[in-house]
């Protein structure tokens, strides 16, 4: 089964640094990757995916990702931070789906809290 | 559109009382999903839908019960609620899953205190 690992549970920066969020994934193929952002009292919007291609994807609100699979990993970036960024964020892997739907779903990692200071 | 609309937002429950939170969604899509979440967990999926007439189980299931009687609604049931459910419960839609989890959209959530 997938598992996806996000080791930071909370990370402060200060505005108009540079983010990175990582994010750790174990499956045996190829995964379709996913960051998701919750603002405070919200639901989950997708920032960016993968499902194959170029390994660095450009999500909204200015935010990208890259994904290396010698490291198992598809870390989040954005070069400079805004207020505004202040929120949690979700990786998620999800497998190819079978005919009898078996597996198909998302895997969520515990989440990263980002906290910006002015 | 509207999206994923979930009602209500904040429900206080007593235990061993039953109530259903409500999910629709107003874009047509096939697949549905229910989410809790827990500080410190993520989302654990608790059910979902392929289509109407079609559920199935997800990581967390026990406790709650669904049903997926149109295409835009999708109902999540707690029988006999327990203090173990207070958790923030996300509904999600997608147009598909045959690519591996397509792009999930996700309501604002319910807030559920059980006491």
């Known amino acids: 089964a997938q598992s996806v690992t996000q080791p930071d549970i909370h990370i402060t920066v200060s505005e108009g640094a540079s983010l990175e969020l990582r994010c750790n994934y174990s499956?045996?193929?190829?995964?379709?990757l996913f960051w998701y952002v919750q603002s405070p009292g919200q639901g989950l919007q997708l920032l960016l995916k993968?499902?194959?291609?170029?390994?660095l994807v450009q999500g909204i609100k200015g935010f990208e990702a890259e994904f290396k699979r010698s490291q198992s990993s598809f870390n989040l970036r954005k070069p400079s931070v805004h207020w505004s960024d202040a929120a949690e964020y979700f990786c998620a892997v999800g497998v190819e789906g079978r005919s009898n739907f078996g597996n198909e779903k998302l895997t969520f990692g515990t989440g990263t809290r980002l906290t910006i200071i002015p | 559109n509207a999206g994923v609309t979930q009602t209500p937002k904040f429900r206080i429950l007593k235990i061993g009382q039953s109530m259903t939170l409500q999910c629709t969604q107003d874009?047509?899509?096939?697949?549905m999903y229910w989410y809790r979440q827990d500080p410190g967990m993520g989302l654990k999926l608790i059910y979902y839908?392929?289509?109407?007439?079609?559920?199935d189980k997800g990581e967390v299931p026990n406790g709650y019960n669904v049903s997926r009687s149109t295409t835009e609604d999708f109902p999540l049931r707690l029988e006999l609620a327990a203090p173990s459910q207070t958790s923030v419960y996300f509904c999600?839609?997608?147009?598909?899953?045959?690519?591996?989890?397509?792009?999930?959209?996700f309501g604002p959530g319910t807030r559920l205190t059980v006491l």
């Open positions: 839908s392929v289509g109407a007439g079609i559920t």
């Open positions: 999600a839609s997608s147009y598909s899953m045959a690519a591996g989890a397509d792009t999930q959209y």
């Open positions: 499956y045996g193929a190829t995964p379709y």
């Open positions: 874009m047509n899509h096939n697949y």
């Open positions: 993968y499902f194959s291609g170029d390994t």
